[in-house]
């Protein structure tokens, strides 16, 4: 089952604390109650965006949203593994 998904006032507050507030990963997830993973990814997902607080600030929690998980859509795209290859291969003997 899928974690519940936080809500953009608590990605907002994970920004601001880590680029006004410099803090480490770890008090921001700890004083959010919040995962450090989650933390690191959406830190992540801002600098990939090239957002930094001013940018955040300005927008609203729709604007946000979209900026975020726009580059994280980008990089779930892959190859799918050939699966007839990998069936021959499994049924080959040793």
Not at 35 to 52: P, R, W
Request: net charge positive; aromatic share 6%; charged share 30%.
């Amino acid at each position: 089952m899928p974690a519940s998904r936080i809500n953009m006032r608590k990605i907002k507050d994970v920004l601001r604390l880590h680029f006004e507030g410099k803090q480490p990963y770890q008090n921001i997830a700890t004083a959010l109650g919040i995962s450090k993973g989650v933390v690191t990814k959406y830190i992540s997902l801002a600098m990939a965006a090239k957002l930094d607080w001013k940018a955040v600030e300005a927008m609203d929690e729709a604007e946000l949203e979209r900026r975020l998980l726009a580059c994280a859509r980008a990089d779930e795209t892959y190859v799918q593994p050939d699966y007839a290859r990998i069936h021959q291969n499994l049924v080959k003997k040793a």
